[in-house]
C-alpha cells in the first residue's frame, strides 16, 4: 500500500503527512539552533545587566544595614568575583561567524530545492547543480531578492541596490576570506548608522546584518513551501516523488544529532 503524502501551508501553519516528518524535523532544528545563536547576545547581556544589578542590591543594603558582627563581605554572597563574573557575560561581537552559519543554512535550503527540482538523489547531479552559477543565480533572484520575499519587498527602497552577485561575493569572503565588498557586513546595532552611510555613498556600498540575512531567509522558507503546496495541490504528477527524494538525500546525508537518550550502552 503506497504512503499517502500531503502538504498543506496557508501561509503560516504548515500541516504534513507523517512520512514528511524527517523532513520538517530537520528544518525545525536547524532553525532552533540558528535562533538560539542570534539570540545568545541578549541573554548574556540580559544575565549580566542582573548580576550588576543584584550586585548593586546588595551592596545598598549593606551600607544601610551593616552586619559588624558576622563581618561579611560582597564576596560571601558568590563563589567567585562578581565583578569578574560579569565581564564573563561581556559579548564578543561574532557578526561574521552568525553570517557564516546564515548562509550554510540558504546554501541547505539551495540544496532541497536542487534535489526537488533535479528529481534525483544522485550526488554528483545534485552537487554540479549546486556548483552551477546559473542556478545559484536563478535561485537569489527567485527566492531572496523578489518581490514575494515579505522582508524583501518590505525594504525593497534599500534592497533594490543589492544583487545576486552581492550576495555570493559575501558568501565568498565569509568563507575563503575576509573582504570588503559591494555589500558589507554590519551589526544590527549599527543600523541607523548603516543606513546614513548608504545615502551618503548613494548605495555604492549597502549594509546588511546578521538578523536581516535571518529575515530574508525566512522568505525564502515561505516561498519554498508555497512552492511545495501549490505543487500538491495541482496534483503534480511526480509531486510525490519528488519530495520523497528530498526526505532521502537529508535522511542520508543530513548532520543529525544524536542525544543522550539515544546513546545506550550496555
Excluded: C
Excluded at 133 to 151: I, S, T
Excluded at 153 to 182: A, C, M, Q, W, Y
Aim: net charge neutral; proline share 2%; no cysteine.
Amino acid at each position: 500500500m503506497q504512503e499517502q503524502t500531503h502538504i498543506v501551508f496557508d501561509g503560516k501553519k504548515v500541516l504534513v503527512s507523517p512520512n514528511l516528518m524527517p523532513v520538517f524535523s530537520f528544518l525545525v532544528h536547524i532553525e532552533n539552533e540558528i535562533l538560539g545563536l542570534l539570540g545568545v547576545r541578549h541573554q548574556l547581556e540580559s544575565a549580566r545587566k542582573g548580576i550588576l544589578g543584584s550586585l548593586k542590591l546588595i551592596v545598598h543594603l549593606m551600607e544601610k544595614y551593616p552586619i559588624e558582627k558576622d563581618n561579611l563581605k560582597i564576596e560571601s554572597f558568590y563563589e567567585e568575583d562578581p565583578q569578574l563574573l560579569a565581564e564573563k557575560l561581556s559579548y564578543v561581537q561574532i557578526t561574521r561567524s552568525e553570517m557564516i552559519v546564515l548562509f550554510s543554512n540558504l546554501e541547505t535550503i539551495m540544496a532541497l530545492n536542487a534535489i526537488y527540482e533535479l528529481n534525483s538523489v544522485d550526488e554528483t547531479l545534485i552537487r554540479n547543480r549546486l556548483m552551477d552559477q546559473k542556478y545559484v543565480k536563478k535561485f537569489l533572484n527567485e527566492y531572496v531578492l523578489n518581490l514575494r520575499n515579505p522582508f524583501y519587498r518590505e525594504n525593497i527602497v534599500r534592497l533594490k541596490f543589492v544583487t545576486n552577485k552581492d550576495i555570493r561575493d559575501l558568501r565568498n569572503s565569509l568563507t575563503h576570506f575576509f573582504s570588503v565588498r559591494g555589500l558589507v557586513l554590519a551589526d544590527e546595532s549599527q543600523a541607523e548608522l548603516a543606513r546614513k552611510m548608504e545615502g551618503k555613498l548613494k548605495n555604492k556600498i549597502n549594509f546588511i546584518s546578521p538578523k536581516e540575512m535571518y529575515e530574508l531567509l525566512g522568505g525564502v522558507y515561505k516561498l519554498l513551501l508555497i512552492r511545495w503546496n501549490d505543487d500538491y495541490v495541482q496534483g503534480i504528477n511526480d509531486f510525490n516523488e519528488r519530495i520523497h527524494n528530498v526526505r532521502a538525500v537529508i535522511e542520508r546525508d543530513g548532520a543529525m544529532l544524536v542525544y543522550t537518550k539515544d546513546l545506550k550502552v550496555d
